[in-house]
């Protein structure tokens, strides 16, 4: 249950960038998870260079926020008045263009990333039932990023405006406010959030090329059902889908284990949990069709 916690917050802070760039701006971004992969990168790199990891991981989230306004103001802004096929096919360029960029830096071989020496232990959650400090401690900061970002669009100026752009974005540009900055903003704080799911996940899977693939596409199932630019149901979903994809691949292999083969069933179960992740996001688009907390069309 808690490793399902866990997963649904790293997916959400992938997600929350996400729809935040997709609600508000309007721009369907595939190199949201090159964001993710580049801010592993960029936490191993200044990791070494201090000597830290938490010195390391602190700096990188300012390289993962300068990384998303060059990439904002260099390639997205030529697409906000293009379609949607257009956007697609420019921000796969992207993906390509990080894939090969980590490459020529980092080389293709994959990078690791070690729990720090104070994380590497257990905790008792509850008395008599220990559980990995570091994934604890990723459950700790996930919920306070989504603390601090439920406060930074509910409570403040900049989440004001974050919201009536996802609502109308020519009514505040006629009301004066500096759209092209907000926009900025904005895709910066998305690509912070992904590349601290990156760094966050580094040290429990490997860095490497392409690594941010695979996680946004279920990043783009959470926001469907959730609702796209709802922060709200980017959390909801998020918490869902982890749970669908841990309950389903640590029970799925003994119940099929009665009636197949025991590789067959470890092999099969992953399978049938993430069909069930999309049997989900089936089943709310038929009863709601904008999500669990999107504005009704």
Known sequence: MLNGVQLGLLMFLLAAGLTLTFGIMDLVNLAHGSLYMMGAYFAWTLIGLTDSFMLGTLLALPA???LGVIVEIVVARRLYARDHLDQVLATFGLILFFNELVRAIWGPEGRSIAVPAFLNRTVNVLP???YPAYRFALIVAGVAVAILLAWLVARTRLGMLIRAGASNRRMIAALG???????SLVFGLGAVFAGLAGLMAAPIASVKIGMGD???IVAFVIIVIGGIGSIKGAFVAAMVVGQIDIVGRAFLPDLLKTFMGAASASAAAPAISQVLIYVVMAAVLVWRPTGLFGQRG
């Open 128 to 130: 008599g039932v220990p």
């Open 64 to 66: 993962c926020f300068l």
């Open 177 to 183: 406010v500096n759209i092209e900055l907000l926009f």
């Open 214 to 216: 695979d996680i946004l």
